[in-house]
T-cell receptor, first 115, second 115 residues
C-alpha cells in the first residue's frame, strides 16, 4: 500500500527558533498533501492543504506566517513552524490523498516540543 | 460544516469481550463515513468506510460498523477484542471544500484492554 513518511518523528526546540517537518510520499506522487495538528486527547484538526507548484490553502484561524507550508515536489511537502513557542507544542500529522473518494494515507506524525 | 461526535473519550473492556464505539455525525445528505485507528508510532490506518448500499460494512481486523440514518450514527463494533486492539479510534466524515476532499474527525476514543 501507499506509504507516507515524516521526518523527524520527534523534535525539541527552544522558544523563538524555527523547526521544519518533512512529509514524503514514498511510492506515489501527490499534488496535494494535508497537514493536521493533534492536541492531547483531542481530534485531528486540519491546518492546511499544500499544493504542488502553488500556495497552500490554510484553514480558518491558522496563522499563515507561523506555519509555513511548501510543496516542493510531487513527493515532498514541508511544514515550518516559525518562531516557535511552547503553545506550538503538539503532534503534527501529514497525509496524502489516494485515488478513492476521500482516501488519505497518513504519516506517523511528528511530536514537537518547544521549551 | 459537518461535524462528528464521539461521546466516549475512554473505554476499557476485557480481552475477549465485545466492543462498541459510538459515533454520531451531522450532515444533511448521505455522508461518507470512516473509522480509523491510531497506534503509537504509526499513521492512522483505515478500518472501514461507508459510502452507500449495505448499511453494515465489514472492515479489517474483524471490525464492522453499521450506518443508521435515523440515528445519525455509525458505530464501530467487534465481537471479541484482542489486546492488540488497544489504540485510539477516530470516526470521520468526508467533506468537499472548494474542490478538495477533506476529512472531519471526531474527538477520538481511547480503547484500553484489560487482560
Amino acid at each position: 500500500g501507499a506509504v507516507v513518511s515524516q521526518h523527524p518523528s520527534r523534535v525539541i526546540c527552544k522558544s523563538g527558533t524555527s523547526v521544519k517537518i518533512e512529509c514524503r510520499s514514498l511510492d506515489f506522487q501527490a499534488t496535494t498533501m494535508f497537514w493536521y495538528r493533534q492536541f492531547p486527547k483531542k481530534s485531528l484538526m486540519l491546518m492546511a492543504t499544500s499544493n504542488e507548484g502553488s500556495k497552500a490553502t490554510y484553514e480558518q484561524g491558522v496563522e499563515k506566517d507561523k506555519f509555513l507550508i511548501n510543496h516542493a515536489s510531487l513527493t515532498l511537502s514541508t511544514l515550518t513552524v516559525t518562531s516557535a513557542h511552547p503553545e506550538d507544542s503538539s503532534f503534527y500529522i501529514c497525509s496524502a490523498p489516494g485515488t478513492g473518494y476521500f482516501e488519505q494515507y497518513f504519516g506517523p506524525g511528528t511530536r514537537l516540543t518547544v521549551t | 460544516a459537518q461535524s462528528v461526535t464521539q461521546p466516549d473519550i475512554h473505554i476499557t473492556v476485557s480481552e475477549g469481550a465485545s466492543l462498541e464505539l459510538r459515533c454520531n455525525y451531522s450532515y444533511g445528505a448521505t455522508p461518507y463515513l470512516f473509522w480509523y485507528v491510531q497506534s503509537p508510532g504509526q499513521g492512522l490506518q483505515l478500518l472501514l468506510k461507508y459510502f452507500s448500499g449495505d448499511t453494515l460494512v465489514q472492515g479489517i481486523k474483524g471490525f464492522e460498523a453499521e450506518f443508521k440514518r435515523s440515528q445519525s450514527s455509525f458505530n464501530l463494533r467487534k465481537p471479541s477484542v484482542h489486546w492488540s486492539d488497544a489504540a485510539e479510534y477516530f470516526c470521520a466524515v468526508g467533506e468537499r471544500d472548494q474542490g478538495a476532499q477533506k476529512l472531519v474527525f471526531g474527538q477520538g476514543t481511547r480503547l484500553t484492554i484489560n487482560p
